[in-house]
């Protein structure tokens, strides 16, 4: 026998997620109307099928222009999709900007993903770092690790896919990304963006 669950729970989860109406009615249900694991339960979902479609091609999107309060910070920001169709929708732009207040936000992210970091500079943080004091004295095993742990934590703080989303930091915004690509059904991605800061 299926669970009465309301309105407003499924409202709120939708809300929350982003997903269908009907796949939040069904996540209550299947969850015993426990609002957390129906959220759990969806955002597994979501990442799969989010997973799946990231190898896609994504030719299509907008270029968002977003000026912040004061007019001293401006982004351009290209999110890519896959058709004109879900370029043209608001959620699609909502995500645009979303993101693109995140860049605003976070004068720090420099790159999109790990990947767009140059190797000169990532060769270069590994010298300073193996160096360091606190390192002589340990075994080179244990000096690498240790390294490539504080790298990756440097440069998690710089790329923009790797950041707390603003709006709701128990999630990144390579997981928002994701979220909406569920919803949307459509791969998407952030090609670029440039921040400019009013004298600099």
Do not use: W
Request: hydrophobic share 35%; glycine share 4%; net charge positive.
């Amino acid at each position: 026998m299926n669970i009465q669950i309301s309105p407003q729970s499924v409202k709120e989860l939708r809300e929350k997620t982003g997903a269908g109406m009907m796949n939040c009615k069904k996540a209550l249900q299947e969850n015993k109307g426990d609002f957390e694991k129906a959220m759990d339960a969806l955002r597994k979902k979501g990442l799969a099928s989010a997973e799946k479609k990231s190898s896609r091609k994504a030719t299509e999107g907008i270029i968002e222009a977003y000026i912040h309060t004061g007019s001293k910070i401006g982004v351009l920001l290209e999110l890519n999709c896959e058709t004109d169709f879900v370029a043209r929708r608001e959620e699609f732009k909502d995500l645009a900007r979303l993101i693109s207040m995140q860049v605003a936000a976070f004068p720090d992210i420099n790159y999109v993903s790990m990947s767009d970091v140059p190797n000169t500079l990532l060769q270069k943080e590994k010298e300073i770092e193996i160096e360091k004091e606190d390192l002589k004295d340990k075994p080179e095993e244990i000096r690498e690790k240790i390294v490539a742990g504080r790298l990756e934590k440097l440069f998690k703080s710089q790329t923009l896919l790797d950041q707390p989303y603003m709006k709701d930091s128990s999630i990144t915004v390579d997981e928002l990304i994701k979220q909406k690509i569920s919803v949307l059904g459509e791969n998407i991605q952030v090609s670029k963006f440039v921040r400019f800061t009013l004298g600099k």
